[in-house]
Protein backbone atom coordinates (compact mmCIF):
# COMPACT_ATOMS: atom_id res chain seq x y z
CA UNK A 1 0.00 0.00 0.00
CA UNK A 2 0.94 3.78 -0.46
CA UNK A 3 2.25 5.85 2.48
CA UNK A 4 0.25 8.50 1.96
CA UNK A 5 -1.59 9.50 5.59
CA UNK A 6 -3.94 7.19 7.28
CA UNK A 7 -7.06 8.79 9.55
CA UNK A 8 -8.59 6.69 12.09
CA UNK A 9 -11.93 7.84 13.74
CA UNK A 10 -14.05 7.25 17.24
CA UNK A 11 -16.28 9.26 18.48
CA UNK A 12 -15.47 12.80 18.05
CA UNK A 13 -11.60 11.51 17.69
CA UNK A 14 -9.66 11.41 15.10
CA UNK A 15 -5.57 10.46 14.60
CA UNK A 16 -3.47 10.75 11.79
CA UNK A 17 -0.90 8.41 11.30
CA UNK A 18 2.10 9.32 8.80
CA UNK A 19 3.78 5.90 7.53
CA UNK A 20 6.10 7.91 5.34
CA UNK A 21 7.81 10.01 8.00
CA UNK A 22 8.92 7.60 9.96
CA UNK A 23 5.41 5.92 11.44
CA UNK A 24 4.53 8.80 13.06
CA UNK A 25 1.39 9.54 14.56
CA UNK A 26 1.17 13.31 13.13
CA UNK A 27 -1.94 14.68 14.64
CA UNK A 28 -4.62 13.56 17.57
CA UNK A 29 -7.80 15.96 17.84
CA UNK A 30 -10.51 15.61 20.17
CA UNK A 31 -13.72 17.56 19.57
CA UNK A 32 -11.55 19.19 16.86
CA UNK A 33 -9.25 20.61 19.00
CA UNK A 34 -5.53 19.17 18.01
CA UNK A 35 -3.49 17.76 21.09
CA UNK A 36 -0.60 17.03 19.21
CA UNK A 37 2.61 19.88 17.98
CA UNK A 38 2.43 20.02 13.89
CA UNK A 39 5.19 19.98 12.22
CA UNK A 40 7.33 17.28 10.13
CA UNK A 41 9.39 16.45 12.91
CA UNK A 42 6.35 17.16 15.83
CA UNK A 43 3.40 14.68 16.70
CA UNK A 44 4.00 11.54 18.13
CA UNK A 45 7.36 9.48 16.55
CA UNK A 46 8.76 6.08 17.94
CA UNK A 47 11.44 5.83 19.41
CA UNK A 48 13.00 2.33 17.78
CA UNK A 49 15.50 0.30 18.70
CA UNK A 50 16.89 2.47 20.90
CA UNK A 51 15.68 5.92 22.77
CA UNK A 52 17.00 8.48 23.74
CA UNK A 53 20.61 9.13 23.51
CA UNK A 54 23.02 6.39 23.44
CA UNK A 55 26.60 7.62 24.37
CA UNK A 56 29.32 8.51 21.40
CA UNK A 57 26.50 6.39 19.09
CA UNK A 58 28.61 3.27 20.44
CA UNK A 59 27.05 0.44 21.78
CA UNK A 60 28.16 -3.40 22.88
CA UNK A 61 27.09 -6.51 22.03
CA UNK A 62 29.33 -9.31 23.11
CA UNK A 63 32.71 -8.86 22.35
CA UNK A 64 31.34 -6.34 18.99
CA UNK A 65 31.02 -2.83 19.22
CA UNK A 66 28.65 -0.82 16.56
CA UNK A 67 29.41 3.00 16.00
CA UNK A 68 25.70 4.55 14.88
CA UNK A 69 25.73 7.71 13.22
CA UNK A 70 25.44 10.78 15.63
CA UNK A 71 22.77 12.56 15.04
CA UNK A 72 23.08 14.49 17.85
CA UNK A 73 26.89 14.80 18.89
CA UNK A 74 28.47 13.56 20.52
CA UNK A 75 25.58 11.02 20.96
CA UNK A 76 22.84 9.53 18.96
CA UNK A 77 19.53 9.74 19.08
CA UNK A 78 15.76 8.52 19.15
CA UNK A 79 16.66 5.34 16.57
CA UNK A 80 16.41 5.04 13.22
CA UNK A 81 12.98 4.05 12.17
CA UNK A 82 11.58 7.62 12.91
CA UNK A 83 13.90 8.75 9.60
CA UNK A 84 12.22 6.22 7.41
CA UNK A 85 9.19 5.18 5.48
CA UNK A 86 6.61 3.07 7.20
CA UNK A 87 4.75 -0.04 5.52
CA UNK A 88 0.88 -0.56 5.71
CA UNK A 89 0.14 -3.77 6.73
CA UNK A 90 -3.82 -3.10 6.84
CA UNK A 91 -5.99 -0.35 7.99
CA UNK A 92 -9.83 -0.05 9.29
CA UNK A 93 -11.59 2.88 10.17
CA UNK A 94 -10.52 3.01 13.95
CA UNK A 95 -6.91 0.66 13.74
CA UNK A 96 -3.83 0.42 11.25
CA UNK A 97 -0.95 -1.93 11.52
CA UNK A 98 2.24 -0.29 10.29
CA UNK A 99 5.73 -2.25 10.01
CA UNK A 100 9.37 -1.26 9.12
CA UNK A 101 12.14 -3.09 8.43
CA UNK A 102 15.34 -2.11 10.05
CA UNK A 103 18.17 -1.14 7.57
CA UNK A 104 21.42 0.25 8.11
CA UNK A 105 23.21 2.24 9.61
CA UNK A 106 21.20 -0.27 12.47
CA UNK A 107 23.29 -3.40 12.35
CA UNK A 108 21.19 -6.54 12.74
CA UNK A 109 17.92 -7.24 10.71
CA UNK A 110 14.52 -7.67 11.81
CA UNK A 111 11.13 -6.24 12.07
CA UNK A 112 8.99 -3.31 13.94
CA UNK A 113 5.17 -3.91 14.19
CA UNK A 114 3.23 -0.95 15.41
CA UNK A 115 -0.21 -1.38 15.87
CA UNK A 116 -2.48 2.27 16.51
CA UNK A 117 -5.91 1.14 17.73
CA UNK A 118 -8.43 4.31 18.47
CA UNK A 119 -11.44 3.68 20.93
CA UNK A 120 -13.43 7.40 21.20
CA UNK A 121 -11.68 7.69 24.76
CA UNK A 122 -8.20 6.52 24.33
CA UNK A 123 -5.82 5.76 21.75
CA UNK A 124 -3.30 2.69 22.66
CA UNK A 125 0.61 2.47 20.91
CA UNK A 126 1.79 -0.79 20.51
CA UNK A 127 5.06 -1.54 19.48
CA UNK A 128 7.07 -5.06 18.45
CA UNK A 129 10.68 -5.47 17.64
CA UNK A 130 11.40 -9.30 16.04
CA UNK A 131 14.52 -11.04 14.35
CA UNK A 132 14.43 -14.17 12.51
CA UNK A 133 18.60 -13.55 12.05
CA UNK A 134 21.26 -13.26 15.23
CA UNK A 135 19.83 -11.85 18.64
CA UNK A 136 20.65 -8.14 18.98
CA UNK A 137 19.72 -5.50 22.02
CA UNK A 138 17.16 -2.84 21.74
CA UNK A 139 14.54 -0.62 23.27
CA UNK A 140 11.20 0.70 22.36
CA UNK A 141 9.44 4.08 23.30
CA UNK A 142 7.12 7.10 22.35
CA UNK A 143 7.91 10.29 22.08
CA UNK A 144 4.78 12.61 21.50
CA UNK A 145 5.07 16.71 21.43
CA UNK A 146 1.95 17.54 23.24
CA UNK A 147 0.50 20.78 23.16
CA UNK A 148 1.39 23.19 25.85
CA UNK A 149 -1.71 24.95 25.42
CA UNK A 150 -4.95 24.31 23.53
CA UNK A 151 -6.56 27.07 21.64
CA UNK A 152 -5.29 29.80 23.56
CA UNK A 153 -6.52 28.13 27.06
CA UNK A 154 -4.38 28.01 30.01
CA UNK A 155 -0.94 25.81 29.98
CA UNK A 156 -1.06 22.37 30.65
CA UNK A 157 0.03 21.07 34.41
CA UNK A 158 1.78 17.69 34.81
CA UNK A 159 1.16 15.24 37.35
CA UNK A 160 2.97 12.13 38.45
CA UNK A 161 4.77 10.56 41.02
CA UNK A 162 8.32 8.67 40.63
CA UNK A 163 9.97 6.60 42.40
CA UNK A 164 13.22 7.77 41.62
CA UNK A 165 14.89 10.00 38.89
CA UNK A 166 17.53 9.14 37.13
CA UNK A 167 20.73 11.40 37.51
CA UNK A 168 21.51 13.15 34.77
CA UNK A 169 25.13 14.29 34.00
CA UNK A 170 27.01 17.24 31.90
CA UNK A 171 26.12 14.80 28.60
CA UNK A 172 22.86 14.83 29.56
CA UNK A 173 22.85 10.59 30.55
CA UNK A 174 22.26 9.17 32.98
CA UNK A 175 25.13 8.53 35.59
CA UNK A 176 23.65 5.61 36.93
CA UNK A 177 23.10 7.04 40.70
CA UNK A 178 19.03 7.30 41.64
CA UNK A 179 18.41 10.33 43.07
CA UNK A 180 14.92 11.83 44.66
CA UNK A 181 13.03 13.44 42.08
CA UNK A 182 13.41 17.27 41.52
CA UNK A 183 11.02 19.51 40.30
CA UNK A 184 10.93 20.98 36.84
CA UNK A 185 11.48 22.22 34.06
CA UNK A 186 13.02 18.20 33.29
CA UNK A 187 14.71 16.90 30.53
CA UNK A 188 15.00 13.62 32.70
CA UNK A 189 14.42 9.80 33.33
CA UNK A 190 11.88 8.73 35.84
CA UNK A 191 11.08 5.05 37.20
CA UNK A 192 7.99 4.01 37.67
CA UNK A 193 7.63 0.37 39.10
CA UNK A 194 4.49 0.38 38.63
CA UNK A 195 4.23 0.95 35.36
CA UNK A 196 4.46 4.89 33.51
CA UNK A 197 1.30 7.10 34.70
CA UNK A 198 1.54 10.92 34.15
CA UNK A 199 -1.23 13.09 33.56
CA UNK A 200 -1.53 16.02 31.65
CA UNK A 201 -4.65 18.53 32.04
CA UNK A 202 -5.36 21.63 30.47
CA UNK A 203 -7.39 23.24 32.86
CA UNK A 204 -11.23 23.97 32.00
CA UNK A 205 -10.45 22.20 29.03
CA UNK A 206 -8.97 18.06 28.90
CA UNK A 207 -7.53 15.36 30.77
CA UNK A 208 -5.28 12.83 29.26
CA UNK A 209 -3.77 9.97 30.72
CA UNK A 210 -0.23 8.77 29.26
CA UNK A 211 0.04 4.85 30.81
CA UNK A 212 2.10 1.72 30.47
CA UNK A 213 3.67 -0.97 31.80
CA UNK A 214 6.97 -0.17 31.16
CA UNK A 215 8.45 1.83 33.96
CA UNK A 216 10.83 4.55 32.27
CA UNK A 217 9.86 7.62 31.43
CA UNK A 218 11.23 10.88 30.18
CA UNK A 219 9.68 13.67 31.11
CA UNK A 220 10.68 16.91 28.77
CA UNK A 221 9.20 20.41 29.27
CA UNK A 222 12.01 23.10 28.55
CA UNK A 223 10.51 23.82 25.13
CA UNK A 224 8.09 26.73 24.99
CA UNK A 225 5.69 25.05 21.90
CA UNK A 226 5.22 21.69 23.70
CA UNK A 227 5.80 19.17 26.62
CA UNK A 228 6.70 15.35 25.66
CA UNK A 229 5.84 12.69 28.17
CA UNK A 230 7.95 9.56 26.60
CA UNK A 231 7.36 5.86 27.99
CA UNK A 232 10.05 3.65 27.07
CA UNK A 233 11.55 0.07 27.97
CA UNK A 234 14.79 1.66 29.35
CA UNK A 235 16.69 4.57 30.33
CA UNK A 236 18.71 6.71 27.69
CA UNK A 237 21.94 4.80 27.20
CA UNK A 238 20.05 1.75 28.00
CA UNK A 239 21.48 -0.30 24.77
CA UNK A 240 25.04 -0.24 27.12
CA UNK A 241 23.26 -0.17 30.58
CA UNK A 242 20.41 -2.41 30.22
CA UNK A 243 19.86 -3.63 27.13
CA UNK A 244 16.74 -6.03 26.40
CA UNK A 245 17.82 -8.57 24.01
CA UNK A 246 15.26 -9.49 20.72
CA UNK A 247 15.47 -13.24 19.52
CA UNK A 248 14.17 -15.60 17.67
CA UNK A 249 12.26 -17.18 20.00
CA UNK A 250 11.42 -14.05 21.99
CA UNK A 251 10.64 -10.36 20.56
CA UNK A 252 10.54 -7.08 22.49
CA UNK A 253 7.36 -5.89 22.75
CA UNK A 254 5.78 -2.44 24.54
CA UNK A 255 2.52 -0.41 24.47
CA UNK A 256 1.24 2.78 25.74
CA UNK A 257 -2.42 4.18 26.16
CA UNK A 258 -3.07 8.22 26.16
CA UNK A 259 -6.82 8.54 27.49
CA UNK A 260 -8.64 11.47 27.77
CA UNK A 261 -11.73 12.86 29.33
CA UNK A 262 -13.27 17.06 28.93
CA UNK A 263 -13.40 19.19 31.90
Known amino acids: MSQ?????????????????????VGGLRVGGVQLLRQGERFGCFPM?????????????????????????PPHAIHGTARDGAWTVARSSADEAVLTYDLVEPWPYTGRVTQIAALTPGALTLTMSVETYDSSFPAQIGWHPWFNRTLDGGEPVRLDFTAAWQEERGDDHLPT?????????????????????????????????????????????DEQEAAVCVEPQTGPPNGLNTLPRLVTPLEPLEASTTWSWRRL
Open 176 to 220: GNRVEPKPGPWDDCFGMPGGVDVTLTWPGQLELKVASREEWVVVY
Open 4 to 24: EDITLTAGDAEVTLQPGNGGR
Open 48 to 72: VPWCGRTRDGRFRDGADVHQLPLNS
